[in-house]
Protein backbone atom coordinates (compact mmCIF):
# COMPACT_ATOMS: atom_id res chain seq x y z
CA UNK A 1 0.00 0.00 0.00
CA UNK A 2 1.79 3.43 -0.68
CA UNK A 3 1.24 6.31 0.76
CA UNK A 4 -1.70 8.05 -1.00
CA UNK A 5 -3.92 4.51 -0.65
CA UNK A 6 -3.28 5.04 2.88
CA UNK A 7 -4.49 8.60 3.13
CA UNK A 8 -7.66 7.81 1.57
CA UNK A 9 -8.28 4.86 3.67
CA UNK A 10 -7.36 7.36 6.65
CA UNK A 11 -9.66 10.05 5.84
CA UNK A 12 -12.57 7.42 4.67
CA UNK A 13 -11.86 6.22 8.62
CA UNK A 14 -12.16 9.74 10.40
CA UNK A 15 -15.91 10.22 7.86
CA UNK A 16 -17.07 6.65 9.43
CA UNK A 17 -16.39 7.74 13.14
CA UNK A 18 -17.77 11.28 12.24
CA UNK A 19 -20.95 9.32 11.13
CA UNK A 20 -21.04 7.19 13.98
CA UNK A 21 -20.87 9.53 16.14
CA UNK A 22 -23.45 12.04 14.96
CA UNK A 23 -26.01 8.81 14.07
CA UNK A 24 -25.17 8.09 18.14
CA UNK A 25 -25.85 11.60 19.36
CA UNK A 26 -29.19 12.33 16.97
CA UNK A 27 -30.24 8.39 18.78
CA UNK A 28 -29.43 9.78 22.34
CA UNK A 29 -31.35 12.87 21.75
CA UNK A 30 -34.04 11.42 20.37
CA UNK A 31 -34.32 8.63 23.24
CA UNK A 32 -33.90 11.53 25.62
CA UNK A 33 -37.64 12.25 24.83
CA UNK A 34 -39.03 8.26 24.93
CA UNK A 35 -36.69 6.88 27.88
CA UNK A 36 -38.45 6.66 31.19
CA UNK A 37 -40.97 4.44 32.99
CA UNK A 38 -44.59 4.33 31.80
CA UNK A 39 -47.33 5.29 33.06
CA UNK A 40 -50.98 4.23 32.18
CA UNK A 41 -53.40 7.53 32.02
CA UNK A 42 -56.45 6.98 34.76
CA UNK A 43 -59.55 8.47 36.58
CA UNK A 44 -58.49 9.88 39.66
CA UNK A 45 -59.12 13.34 41.88
CA UNK A 46 -56.98 16.32 41.76
CA UNK A 47 -57.15 19.16 44.83
CA UNK A 48 -54.91 22.43 44.00
CA UNK A 49 -53.88 23.67 47.09
CA UNK A 50 -51.76 26.65 48.31
CA UNK A 51 -49.57 25.80 50.95
CA UNK A 52 -49.20 29.06 53.96
CA UNK A 53 -47.94 29.03 57.81
CA UNK A 54 -50.36 30.01 60.60
CA UNK A 55 -50.31 30.16 64.14
CA UNK A 56 -53.13 29.51 66.41
CA UNK A 57 -54.35 31.85 68.86
CA UNK A 58 -57.19 32.54 71.33
CA UNK A 59 -60.81 33.84 70.08
CA UNK A 60 -62.12 37.23 71.65
CA UNK A 61 -63.19 36.71 74.01
CA UNK A 62 -61.17 33.27 75.17
CA UNK A 63 -58.97 34.87 77.85
CA UNK A 64 -61.08 37.20 80.58
CA UNK A 65 -59.09 38.71 83.09
CA UNK A 66 -61.20 38.51 86.05
CA UNK A 67 -60.93 41.69 88.30
CA UNK A 68 -63.17 43.69 91.42
CA UNK A 69 -64.15 47.30 92.15
CA UNK A 70 -64.22 46.73 95.25
CA UNK A 71 -61.16 48.22 97.84
CA UNK A 72 -60.39 45.90 100.92
CA UNK A 73 -58.80 42.52 102.04
CA UNK A 74 -59.10 39.20 99.93
CA UNK A 75 -60.47 37.11 102.44
CA UNK A 76 -60.85 34.16 99.75
CA UNK A 77 -59.28 33.32 96.38
CA UNK A 78 -60.63 29.96 95.83
CA UNK A 79 -58.29 29.00 92.85
CA UNK A 80 -55.21 28.69 91.70
CA UNK A 81 -53.00 28.32 88.14
CA UNK A 82 -54.22 25.12 86.63
CA UNK A 83 -57.53 24.72 88.34
CA UNK A 84 -60.70 24.65 86.01
CA UNK A 85 -63.12 26.55 87.04
CA UNK A 86 -66.97 26.78 85.48
CA UNK A 87 -68.93 29.63 84.82
CA UNK A 88 -70.65 31.06 87.51
CA UNK A 89 -68.78 29.79 90.46
CA UNK A 90 -67.24 31.73 93.11
CA UNK A 91 -63.79 32.89 92.48
CA UNK A 92 -63.23 35.31 95.16
CA UNK A 93 -64.22 37.34 98.17
CA UNK A 94 -63.31 41.08 99.88
CA UNK A 95 -64.13 41.92 102.94
CA UNK A 96 -67.46 43.07 103.29
CA UNK A 97 -67.68 44.69 106.74
CA UNK A 98 -68.22 47.93 106.48
CA UNK A 99 -70.52 47.52 103.63
CA UNK A 100 -72.63 45.45 105.36
CA UNK A 101 -72.44 47.84 108.17
CA UNK A 102 -73.71 50.89 106.14
CA UNK A 103 -76.31 48.77 104.48
CA UNK A 104 -78.02 47.99 108.10
CA UNK A 105 -77.43 51.55 108.94
CA UNK A 106 -79.63 52.69 105.70
CA UNK A 107 -81.69 50.00 105.87
CA UNK A 108 -82.79 51.44 109.29
CA UNK A 109 -83.06 54.92 108.01
CA UNK A 110 -85.42 53.80 105.44
CA UNK A 111 -87.56 52.00 108.01
CA UNK A 112 -87.85 54.89 110.30
CA UNK A 113 -88.77 57.33 107.11
CA UNK A 114 -91.40 55.01 106.57
CA UNK A 115 -93.07 55.22 109.59
CA UNK A 116 -92.87 59.33 109.25
CA UNK A 117 -93.96 59.07 105.84
CA UNK A 118 -97.34 56.86 107.25
CA UNK A 119 -97.62 59.41 109.88
CA UNK A 120 -97.25 62.74 107.26
CA UNK A 121 -99.67 61.12 105.01
CA UNK A 122 -102.04 60.82 107.67
CA UNK A 123 -102.02 64.06 108.99
CA UNK A 124 -102.44 65.45 105.27
CA UNK A 125 -105.60 62.89 105.06
CA UNK A 126 -107.25 64.67 108.46
CA UNK A 127 -106.17 67.96 107.19
CA UNK A 128 -108.17 67.11 103.74
CA UNK A 129 -111.29 65.89 105.50
CA UNK A 130 -111.03 69.13 107.76
CA UNK A 131 -110.97 71.54 104.95
CA UNK A 132 -113.57 69.87 103.21
CA UNK A 133 -116.15 69.99 106.53
CA UNK A 134 -114.50 73.56 107.12
CA UNK A 135 -115.71 74.68 103.00
CA UNK A 136 -119.33 73.30 103.71
CA UNK A 137 -119.79 74.92 106.82
CA UNK A 138 -119.02 78.50 105.22
CA UNK A 139 -121.66 77.25 102.55
CA UNK A 140 -124.28 77.44 105.60
CA UNK A 141 -122.46 79.97 107.39
CA UNK A 142 -121.72 78.05 110.43
CA UNK A 143 -117.91 79.10 110.24
CA UNK A 144 -115.83 82.04 109.25
CA UNK A 145 -113.46 82.41 106.21
CA UNK A 146 -110.51 82.60 108.34
CA UNK A 147 -110.82 79.03 109.56
CA UNK A 148 -111.61 77.99 106.12
CA UNK A 149 -108.27 79.77 104.95
CA UNK A 150 -106.04 77.89 107.86
CA UNK A 151 -107.79 74.48 107.40
CA UNK A 152 -106.40 75.21 103.36
CA UNK A 153 -102.73 76.37 104.50
CA UNK A 154 -102.46 73.31 106.82
CA UNK A 155 -103.72 70.98 104.22
CA UNK A 156 -100.90 72.47 101.80
CA UNK A 157 -98.55 72.40 104.45
CA UNK A 158 -99.30 68.69 105.31
CA UNK A 159 -98.77 67.94 101.45
CA UNK A 160 -95.28 69.81 100.94
CA UNK A 161 -93.77 67.38 103.87
CA UNK A 162 -95.32 64.62 102.33
CA UNK A 163 -93.78 64.85 99.09
CA UNK A 164 -90.52 66.01 101.25
CA UNK A 165 -90.66 62.83 103.25
CA UNK A 166 -91.08 60.77 99.45
CA UNK A 167 -88.26 62.51 98.35
CA UNK A 168 -85.88 61.55 101.16
CA UNK A 169 -87.58 57.96 101.04
CA UNK A 170 -86.24 57.96 97.75
CA UNK A 171 -83.25 58.91 97.97
CA UNK A 172 -81.94 56.82 101.03
CA UNK A 173 -83.32 54.08 98.63
CA UNK A 174 -81.15 55.11 96.17
CA UNK A 175 -78.04 54.98 98.74
CA UNK A 176 -78.85 51.61 99.59
CA UNK A 177 -79.35 50.17 95.60
CA UNK A 178 -76.08 52.16 95.09
CA UNK A 179 -74.30 49.82 98.07
CA UNK A 180 -75.66 47.36 96.90
CA UNK A 181 -74.20 47.31 93.94
CA UNK A 182 -70.64 48.42 95.54
CA UNK A 183 -71.62 45.30 97.46
CA UNK A 184 -71.92 42.87 95.03
CA UNK A 185 -68.45 43.74 93.97
CA UNK A 186 -67.22 41.88 97.35
CA UNK A 187 -68.26 38.68 95.50
CA UNK A 188 -66.36 37.78 92.38
CA UNK A 189 -67.63 35.36 90.02
CA UNK A 190 -66.39 33.47 87.02
CA UNK A 191 -67.78 34.69 84.03
CA UNK A 192 -66.55 31.89 81.39
CA UNK A 193 -65.57 28.08 82.14
CA UNK A 194 -62.01 27.50 81.67
CA UNK A 195 -58.50 27.48 83.69
CA UNK A 196 -57.01 29.98 85.49
CA UNK A 197 -54.03 31.48 83.65
CA UNK A 198 -52.46 33.62 86.02
CA UNK A 199 -53.10 34.59 89.72
CA UNK A 200 -51.98 38.14 90.32
CA UNK A 201 -52.78 38.45 94.05
CA UNK A 202 -53.17 36.02 97.34
CA UNK A 203 -55.08 36.26 100.25
CA UNK A 204 -55.00 38.29 103.27
CA UNK A 205 -53.66 41.00 100.40
CA UNK A 206 -55.41 44.67 100.39
CA UNK A 207 -57.04 45.45 96.90
CA UNK A 208 -57.24 49.18 96.18
CA UNK A 209 -60.10 49.87 93.72
CA UNK A 210 -59.44 53.05 91.52
CA UNK A 211 -60.80 53.65 87.80
CA UNK A 212 -60.27 50.53 86.55
CA UNK A 213 -61.20 46.92 88.10
CA UNK A 214 -58.24 45.69 90.02
CA UNK A 215 -57.23 42.24 88.29
CA UNK A 216 -57.56 39.04 90.33
CA UNK A 217 -57.06 36.30 88.22
CA UNK A 218 -56.92 35.53 84.61
CA UNK A 219 -59.27 32.48 82.99
CA UNK A 220 -58.85 30.75 79.78
CA UNK A 221 -61.54 28.89 77.67
CA UNK A 222 -59.31 26.66 75.83
CA UNK A 223 -61.85 25.61 73.54
CA UNK A 224 -62.24 28.85 71.98
CA UNK A 225 -59.18 28.88 69.81
CA UNK A 226 -58.43 30.25 65.86
CA UNK A 227 -56.04 29.96 63.21
CA UNK A 228 -54.45 33.42 61.99
CA UNK A 229 -53.31 32.30 58.27
CA UNK A 230 -50.79 34.35 57.05
CA UNK A 231 -51.83 34.58 53.41
CA UNK A 232 -48.92 35.75 50.92
CA UNK A 233 -50.22 38.39 48.81
CA UNK A 234 -49.33 36.59 45.57
CA UNK A 235 -52.09 34.16 46.69
CA UNK A 236 -54.34 36.27 48.31
CA UNK A 237 -56.50 36.95 45.28
CA UNK A 238 -57.34 33.17 44.96
CA UNK A 239 -58.10 32.12 48.76
CA UNK A 240 -61.74 33.39 49.56
CA UNK A 241 -63.95 32.73 52.42
CA UNK A 242 -66.09 29.63 52.86
CA UNK A 243 -62.59 27.60 51.13
CA UNK A 244 -61.57 24.25 52.57
CA UNK A 245 -58.51 23.98 54.71
CA UNK A 246 -55.96 21.31 55.85
CA UNK A 247 -53.22 21.54 58.15
CA UNK A 248 -51.38 20.19 60.80
CA UNK A 249 -48.42 20.68 63.62
CA UNK A 250 -45.25 19.50 64.16
CA UNK A 251 -46.38 18.23 67.68
CA UNK A 252 -48.93 15.57 65.70
CA UNK A 253 -47.51 15.55 62.39
CA UNK A 254 -49.43 12.67 61.65
CA UNK A 255 -52.70 13.64 62.37
CA UNK A 256 -54.73 16.24 60.24
CA UNK A 257 -57.03 18.78 61.41
CA UNK A 258 -59.51 20.43 58.66
CA UNK A 259 -61.78 23.79 58.78
CA UNK A 260 -62.80 26.49 55.74
CA UNK A 261 -61.69 30.29 55.55
CA UNK A 262 -64.06 32.50 57.65
CA UNK A 263 -62.47 35.93 56.83
CA UNK A 264 -60.36 37.63 55.16
CA UNK A 265 -58.91 40.82 57.04
CA UNK A 266 -58.36 43.67 54.57
CA UNK A 267 -55.26 45.23 56.47
CA UNK A 268 -52.46 43.72 55.66
CA UNK A 269 -49.34 42.76 57.73
CA UNK A 270 -46.19 43.35 56.39
CA UNK A 271 -43.42 40.69 58.01
CA UNK A 272 -39.50 40.81 56.71
CA UNK A 273 -40.66 42.80 53.40
CA UNK A 274 -42.89 40.52 52.77
CA UNK A 275 -47.04 41.54 52.35
CA UNK A 276 -49.26 39.14 54.29
CA UNK A 277 -53.12 39.27 54.43
CA UNK A 278 -54.77 37.62 58.15
CA UNK A 279 -57.18 34.61 56.69
CA UNK A 280 -59.22 33.62 60.06
CA UNK A 281 -60.18 29.88 60.67
CA UNK A 282 -62.37 29.03 63.85
CA UNK A 283 -61.45 25.68 65.20
CA UNK A 284 -63.74 22.74 65.92
CA UNK A 285 -63.85 22.72 69.90
CA UNK A 286 -63.21 18.83 69.71
CA UNK A 287 -59.72 19.59 67.93
CA UNK A 288 -59.06 21.70 70.85
CA UNK A 289 -57.61 18.84 73.05
CA UNK A 290 -54.30 18.92 70.85
CA UNK A 291 -53.55 22.01 70.23
CA UNK A 292 -52.72 25.09 72.22
CA UNK A 293 -52.50 29.05 71.72
CA UNK A 294 -49.21 30.19 69.60
CA UNK A 295 -48.62 26.84 67.97
CA UNK A 296 -47.42 27.09 64.21
CA UNK A 297 -49.35 25.07 61.71
CA UNK A 298 -48.51 23.78 58.05
CA UNK A 299 -51.70 25.13 56.04
CA UNK A 300 -52.98 23.84 52.80
CA UNK A 301 -56.06 26.49 51.67
CA UNK A 302 -58.24 24.02 48.78
CA UNK A 303 -57.93 26.53 46.07
CA UNK A 304 -60.12 24.05 43.45
CA UNK A 305 -61.11 20.07 43.32
CA UNK A 306 -61.90 17.54 40.59
CA UNK A 307 -63.07 13.95 41.17
CA UNK A 308 -63.34 10.98 38.35
CA UNK A 309 -61.28 12.82 35.98
CA UNK A 310 -57.88 11.95 33.50
CA UNK A 311 -55.06 12.23 35.46
CA UNK A 312 -51.42 11.62 34.92
CA UNK A 313 -48.37 12.44 37.13
CA UNK A 314 -46.92 16.03 36.88
CA UNK A 315 -43.67 14.53 35.75
CA UNK A 316 -44.77 13.52 32.34
CA UNK A 317 -45.78 17.22 31.28
CA UNK A 318 -43.35 18.85 29.07
CA UNK A 319 -43.52 22.04 27.64
CA UNK A 320 -41.64 22.15 24.38
CA UNK A 321 -42.31 24.88 21.54
CA UNK A 322 -44.36 26.92 23.43
CA UNK A 323 -46.86 24.65 24.37
CA UNK A 324 -47.71 21.43 27.22
CA UNK A 325 -46.89 17.69 25.29
CA UNK A 326 -46.86 14.22 26.88
CA UNK A 327 -45.37 11.69 25.54
CA UNK A 328 -47.76 8.50 24.54
CA UNK A 329 -45.90 4.87 24.62
CA UNK A 330 -47.68 2.71 21.57
CA UNK A 331 -45.82 -0.30 20.79
CA UNK A 332 -41.88 0.63 20.49
CA UNK A 333 -42.21 4.04 19.27
CA UNK A 334 -43.29 7.05 21.39
CA UNK A 335 -45.40 9.59 19.87
CA UNK A 336 -45.52 13.60 21.13
CA UNK A 337 -48.62 14.85 21.62
CA UNK A 338 -49.97 18.48 22.46
CA UNK A 339 -52.31 18.40 25.59
CA UNK A 340 -54.89 20.31 27.16
CA UNK A 341 -54.66 20.47 30.97
CA UNK A 342 -56.48 21.74 33.98
CA UNK A 343 -55.64 21.68 37.64
CA UNK A 344 -52.63 20.02 38.85
CA UNK A 345 -51.80 19.08 42.79
CA UNK A 346 -48.48 18.02 44.48
CA UNK A 347 -48.62 14.40 42.40
CA UNK A 348 -51.32 14.62 39.30
CA UNK A 349 -52.03 16.98 36.82
CA UNK A 350 -55.70 16.56 35.52
CA UNK A 351 -55.56 16.40 31.52
CA UNK A 352 -58.64 17.65 29.89
CA UNK A 353 -57.69 16.42 26.33
CA UNK A 354 -55.34 15.32 24.08
CA UNK A 355 -54.55 11.68 26.25
CA UNK A 356 -57.56 9.43 26.56
CA UNK A 357 -57.68 6.65 29.77
CA UNK A 358 -55.62 3.57 29.57
CA UNK A 359 -52.91 5.00 27.19
CA UNK A 360 -49.33 5.21 28.63
CA UNK A 361 -47.54 8.25 29.14
CA UNK A 362 -43.70 8.31 29.34
CA UNK A 363 -42.40 9.83 32.77
CA UNK A 364 -38.47 11.08 31.87
CA UNK A 365 -36.13 9.07 33.95
CA UNK A 366 -34.09 10.80 36.79
CA UNK A 367 -30.23 11.11 35.40
CA UNK A 368 -28.13 9.84 38.42
CA UNK A 369 -24.78 12.29 38.28
CA UNK A 370 -22.08 10.32 39.75
CA UNK A 371 -19.58 11.58 42.38
CA UNK A 372 -15.54 11.67 42.07
CA UNK A 373 -14.69 8.41 42.60
CA UNK A 374 -17.90 6.56 42.37
CA UNK A 375 -17.48 3.33 40.52
CA UNK A 376 -19.74 3.10 37.23
Do not use: C
Not at 44 to 71: D, L, P, S, Y
Not at 334 to 355: K, L, Q
Amino acid sequence: MNKRTGYIAGAIAVIVIIGLVIFFVARGKGKTSQEGEAFAAKRGNVTHFTEQTGIIKAQVGAIVKVGTRATGVLTRLKYQVGDYVKKGELIATIDDRELLANKRNLEAQIEGQKRDLEAKVAQHEYNKINYERESRLLEKEFTTRDSVEKAKRELDVGMAQVELAKAKAKEVTEKLKALEVSLSYTKIYAPISGFVSQVTTQEGETVVAGLSAVNLITVIDATKLEMWIYVDETDVGRVKPGMKVEYWVDAYRDKRFSGTVSLIYPQPEIKENIVYYLAILKIDPKDTTFLKPEMTTHVRIIIDEKTDVIVVPNGAIRFEEGKNVVYVRSKDKAERRAVTTGIRDDRFTEIISGVSEGERVIIPAVKKVGTPGSKK
